[in-house]
């Protein structure tokens, strides 16, 4: 009986050494930005030296090859698709995928900045923040 989970874990080295030995299929996704930016923007907040929060950049795609398992790096939104799509076929045939998503240094956009609401903003300040973060799918809390 196969069994698969849905759990969310962070990962680390050893699982991919892990799943691969075992061969338990599973997709493994890595945002990687050089960086600690949720605590790089609260030393900043809180007028701390930045300490620890910036990184040399790593190809976690050839690490995990390196281990046995399948790599992917995405460096563009438009990659998303067919990487993702690959990956899927790959767990199907009861491999270890893991996908090294390159994103950008951008500060985090703070909850309160998001420009959805429409008893708020106009629909034209609503498109505008839309096409600049690639947000077409993001609706208002108020929606939920």
Do not use: C, W
């Not at 045939?93 to 309160?112: F, L, Y």
Request: no cysteine; hydrophobic share 40%.
């Amino acid at each position: 009986m196969e069994q698969k989970t849905e759990d969310a874990f962070a990962m680390v080295m050893q699982d991919i050494v892990t799943t691969v030995q075992y061969r338990l299929p599973s997709i493994h996704v890595v945002f990687s930005n050089l960086e600690y930016g949720f605590i790089k923007v609260e030393q900043e907040d809180t007028n701390h030296s930045y300490y620890g929060v910036d990184f040399k950049e790593v190809d976690y795609a050839k690490i995990v090859e390196a281990q046995g398992a399948i790599g992917f790096t995405i460096i563009k939104i438009s990659e998303l698709d067919e990487v993702f799509r690959n990956a899927v076929e790959l767990e199907k045939a009861g491999r270890t995928v893991v996908i090294d998503m390159k994103i950008n240094h951008d500060r985090p956009i703070p909850v309160e900045e998001l420009k959805l609401d429409p008893k708020i903003y106009t629909a034209e300040e609503i498109k505008a923040f839309k096409e600049r973060y690639e947000a077409q799918e993001l609706k208002p809390f108020g929606y939920f």
